[in-house]
């Protein structure tokens, strides 16, 4: 029978990466056990770490800190997810051009 390692992690690591996420329900769905790794009373395997790691956008290496890191700069998350960000209508503005733009380039240089 095989059996998996464990890891010891920090759970205020994990907190702060679900925090940085902004996915803690759908994580919670993914992740059953994830309520029982934040309360300290199973650790997860490598395998489970990685792929929460890949799922929160954090370093896997962050994972094993024994205290999350000081962000100085809030760091930008410009990753969309689905059509939250952007709906149709914000799509066909940056493709279409404005009248505005059409007219200025439709004018030609008077040559004499």
């Not at 790794?37 to 370093?59: H, I, M, N, S």
């Not at 205290?67 to 059509?83: M, Q, S, V, W, Y």
Request: hydrophobic share 45%; aromatic share 12%; charged share 30%.
């Amino acid at each position: 029978m095989a059996s998996f390692v464990r890891i010891d992690f920090s759970p205020e690591v994990l907190e702060w990466a679900l925090d940085k996420s902004g996915k803690r329900a759908q994580l919670q769905r993914q992740f059953r056990m994830l309520d029982k790794w934040l309360d300290g009373e199973v650790k997860p395997t490598l395998r489970q770490l990685e792929d929460f790691a890949k799922k929160t956008y954090v370093p896997l290496g962050v994972l094993f800190l024994r205290h999350p890191p000081r962000e100085e700069l809030p760091i930008a998350n410009f990753r969309t997810f689905g059509d939250a960000i952007f709906g149709w209508e914000e799509v066909v503005c940056l493709i279409w051009p404005t009248s505005s733009l059409l007219m200025t380039l439709s004018k030609r240089p008077v040559t004499e």
